[in-house]
């Protein structure tokens, strides 16, 4: 079996690449995002995309679909058709059969990496008994190429899902390795782009904007909004928000403040639970007279309740929280008491687009367990990369509100909308 690594800098070069050295009949193995090595201590280094593919041999072109050319499609005509239902289906139902592209008789193929395996096994046997000045570098070299043959070898005999890339139409694959370099979770890029290679009509695979819109769709249909604050239905808008320290509550709780005082000309109150932490205390009340609007300050429900009655007159009244660890379960509950009230208070819950993509996922577990209304992600102008705000739009259906994208109060924010959300994405303004 001849395979061979690339490093290069998109998946449209390395296409070029493996067509011309192994022919139309090569395979796609594996992807992954490398560093060129350059720079002092790899500071500087260029990320780049490492693609190791196999040439085609006679007798496994069956098993395998070809590097991409015209195939024919039973297709929807237009996204138009693609409804939220057949989105829940791909997103949410699991997949009992594996998506590989290999027949039951997969052991012409699985044999040679067999073989190639027990060679560089007895190799590296042969070199430990050798004296230690044999290159290290080599004997390291044949150890990495071990362990990668190992993982194609376990790839093909489990017959589950893999990391490696599907085989695909070139720009179906472009967007899909975009989507993932973004932070998608790769099961879902990975149904989505099925699902849209089923979907669109193999006249219009080889027109890359058309595919991309098309998929821009797609993701449109995952999100869901609340048209920030303007969501909430009851004539007295009350929001509060939550959220672990950090993520920028006071400063968000700022920005609709004043949006809703000089925007829409409403009456606005702000109220803050935070009695122990003077800092964040005394910068919301800072915001509240630069905007001159009403502030309190309240220790518990009950004096909680007394302040709402007393603003029974407000349009809008916004509540700061106290940051909390979202490990500190006690005083999670405390919290669900206060702000448990059926659908009274709208409950945002704040999140930070630099987090992780599990912290996040902890975060927003550990808070349900008081009513999530909507999600707000601050600190977009921090982070390089969004996928995963796809990922929490799909694992746990909680609209948007809001998005910050800075310090400046009101300017750095944004009501949150799909178009938007899919342009960060897949950058659809600058293609």
């Known amino acids: 079996m001849n395979l061979k690594r690339y490093r290069v800098n998109n998946i449209k070069e390395a296409l070029k690449f493996i067509k011309r050295d192994l022919g139309p009949d090569a395979l796609i193995v594996s992807t992954r995002q490398v560093k060129d090595g350059k720079g002092a201590f790899g500071m500087f280094s260029k990320k780049m995309l490492e693609v190791t593919a196999a040439s085609g041999k006679k007798g496994v072109e069956d098993n395998y679909q070809k590097i991409p050319t015209k195939k024919a499609l039973k297709t929807y005509d237009r996204t138009s058709d693609l409804n939220e239902e057949i989105l829940d289906e791909t997103f949410l139902r699991p997949k009992t059969k594996s998506i ?67 085989i695909l139409p070139e720009n179906l694959l472009l967007v899909y390795q975009q989507m993932k370099f973004s932070g998608m979770e790769e099961k879902f890029a990975r149904r989505l782009i099925l699902e849209a290679q089923r979907s669109i009509d193999e006249n219009d695979i080889d027109n890359f904007a058309y595919v991309k819109i098309f998929i821009a769709r797609m993701l449109m249909k995952i999100i869901k909004i609340t048209k920030g604050i303007e969501g909430i239905k009851n004539p007295q808008r009350i929001m509060a928000l939550l ?41 919301i009340r800072t915001y509240a007279k630069m905007i001159n609007v ?11 309740n007394s302040i709402l009655k007393s603003y029974e007159h407000f349009d809008t009244i916004l509540i700061d929280t106290i940051g909390c660890s979202q490990r500190n379960d006690s005083k999670l509950l405390e919290m669900r008491e206060t702000l448990d009230e ?70 750095d924010l944004e009501i949150a909308s799909r178009e938007r959300l899919v342009d960060l994405l897949l950058n659809i303004s600058g293609t």
Do not use: W
Not at 108 to 123: A, D, H, M, N, V
Not at 265 to 274: C, E, G, M, N
């Open 342 to 411: 059926q659908g009274r208070i709208h409950n945002s819950l704040v999140l930070s687009a630099t987090s992780k993509d599990r912290d996040m996922n902890e975060v927003t577990r550990k808070f349900g367990c008081m009513p999530i209304d909507s999600i707000i992600f601050t600190k977009l102008d921090e982070s390089a990369t969004y996928g995963s705000l796809f990922n929490h739009a799909i694992r746990f259906k909680k609209p948007f509100s809001y998005l910050t994208l800075g310090q400046k109060v009101p300017e």
């Open 294 to 304: 009403p502030f309190s300050v309240v220790k518990n429900k009950k004096e909680l």
């Open 100 to 166: 590989l592209p290999f027949s039951e008789n997969s052991s012409s193929f699985i044999q040679p990496l067999q073989k190639e395996l027990q060679g560089i096994r007895l190799t590296l046997g042969d070199l430990s008994t050798k004296s230690n000045s044999f290159d290290d570098q080599l004997v390291g070299e044949l150890k990495q190429e071990l362990g990668e043959m190992r993982n194609i070898l376990h790839i093909l005999a489990s017959r589950t899902e893999v990391v490696s890339d599907p």
């Open 243 to 283: 959220g672990p320290t950090g993520v920028g509550k006071t400063t968000t709780i700022a920005k609709i403040a004043s949006e809703q005082s000089i925007q829409y000309k409403r009456k606005v109150s702000l109220i803050s639970f935070d009695t122990n932490y003077r800092t964040s205390t005394e910068k």
